[in-house]
């Protein structure tokens, strides 16, 4: 790719607040679906306020490669109800089937709070659910409540389902403090581990965490499968105490996710960042820079264990 990233990027609004000049609407936490022949759908969370309680998922879609879309629609599933609000990411999987992973946050013992306990840091109660759509996203399962196979309590809702080459699907999360900052594992990245497609959820892998520090957390983190077979964490690192974003940090494994090397820095001063396959060790990376404005893409190789970095250049900001 040599030094530069050289590519021209087009796209269109999913959504516009068709009467701001009466009613707020926020959308935010895309998931883009390509489908096929131009056609793209894309989930997202629209509420009042950033963390208000009517937050509903909606579903916009594309048919000619982005350039404009449908109205936004509800996704088509039973309603939470007053009192919780809720959020998606979605993929689709290598059969078709869109597997939209939602988690609700229960705040009907917290009216008139945020999502968090500014004291504590610790979430209102929440809970992971999985609904799947074999039609292109037009029709819905009815919602499958995930147990998950330690405690939390509570959750990070960081990415989609991630399936990996040998069947396996990945729910990639964080723990986090209940309201009062119970916090019985500490803070860790972790992936649950699902052989029946999202039927169970027996197995974690513990992929990243720093006990000896007690409050490092790892946030908004994904896991992708490189070509050799290898696994690639990556996440957005905050130290707690010193209320500073540490750099963004990546973890391998070679054993399929039995065991983890520890993690270290990317060198890329940002939050969230999403991984991108792109060849043998090769991958692109698309993150929040903090160090200067924007959204950014990261050319980087993976030799052996070592994260290096190539080209970069913005994508907007």
């Not at 087009?10 to 935010?28: K, L």
């Not at 990070?156 to 729910?171: A, N, S």
């Not at 000896?212 to 499968?225: D, G, H, L, P, Y």
Request: proline share 7%; with cysteine.
């Amino acid at each position: 790719m040599g030094d530069e990233l050289a590519f021209d990027v087009e796209t269109g609004v999913v959504f516009r607040n068709p009467n701001a000049h009466i009613s707020s609407r926020h959308a935010y936490f895309p998931s883009a679906i390509p489908l096929g022949n131009g056609e793209i759908l894309v989930s997202y969370n629209t509420g009042e306020a950033f963390e208000s309680e009517d937050l509903r998922v909606h579903l916009s879609r594309s048919s000619d490669g982005g350039r404009t879309w449908s109205d936004a629609a509800r996704l088509p599933v039973p309603d939470v109800g007053a009192g919780v609000s809720e959020g998606v990411k979605m993929a689709r999987v290598s059969d078709g089937t869109i597997v939209g992973l939602l988690q609700r946050h229960d705040r009907r013992e917290f009216s008139g709070e945020g999502l968090t306990n500014p004291e504590t840091l610790g979430f209102v109660p929440t809970r992971f659910e999985t609904t799947t759509s074999t039609d292109g996203g037009r029709t819905w399962s009815t919602p499958v409540r995930v147990a998950p196979p330690l405690e939390g309590p509570e959750w990070e809702l960081c990415c989609p389902i991630t399936e990996l080459t040998d069947g396996r699907w990945l729910l990639v999360s964080a723990t986090w403090p209940d309201w009062e900052g119970r916090l019985p594992n500490g803070h860790q990245l972790v992936a649950f581990v699902s052989n029946d497609r999202g039927a169970s959820w027996p197995e974690c892998m513990r992929v990243m965490s720093e006990p000896e520090s007690e409050a490092v957390i790892f946030w908004e983190s994904k896991i992708v499968e490189l070509l050799d077979g290898r696994l690639l964490a990556v996440a957005w690192c905050h130290d707690l105490p010193g209320a500073v974003d540490r750099p963004n940090q990546f973890a391998i494994s070679a054993d399929g996710g039995a065991s983890w090397t520890r993690h270290r820095s990317t060198d890329l001063i940002g939050q969230t960042q999403t991984p991108l396959v792109i060849g043998q060790d090769h991958v692109l990376v698309v993150y929040r820079r903090t160090d200067e404005p924007g959204l950014w893409l990261q050319e980087v190789r993976i030799e052996g264990d070592d994260w290096v970095n190539r080209a970069a250049r913005p994508l907007s900001g």
